[in-house]
């Protein structure tokens, strides 16, 4: 992934390997990656040398579409199953409904 300034004209340089990446206000990055089969939630810190973690690093089921809560605390993501939200820190998933629809938060 690159993130590109608009405003300014400038490519930058690589965040991280991955897709489907959202920020929150804070420039914390959640994006997903293929580990053994299955897409991950992985998240990465806004410094650019943070080791980056697997949020979801026991999945037997593909993670995709994540996007940080307005406050950042959690982040909602599709599975086959329905939509999940979890801790932006990492933790257990809860399902929150059965509908395989793409996540967002109303605000």
């Known amino acids: 992934m690159y993130f590109r300034d608009d405003y300014l004209r400038q490519q930058g340089s690589a965040v991280a390997k991955g897709s489907q990446p959202d920020l929150d206000d804070e420039g914390d990055i959640v994006f997903v990656r293929s580990v053994d089969g299955h897409t991950h939630l992985f998240a990465k810190d ?26 950042g605390r959690t982040i909602a993501f599709r599975a086959p199953d329905g939509i999940y939200t979890m801790p932006a820190a990492g933790g257990a998933p809860t399902k929150v409904s059965d509908t395989a629809g793409l996540p967002a938060y109303r605000g």
């Open 46 to 71: 806004s410094h650019q040398r943070s080791p980056e973690r697997d949020l979801t690093p026991h999945a037997t089921t593909d993670h995709t579409e994540p996007t940080f809560s307005p406050d």
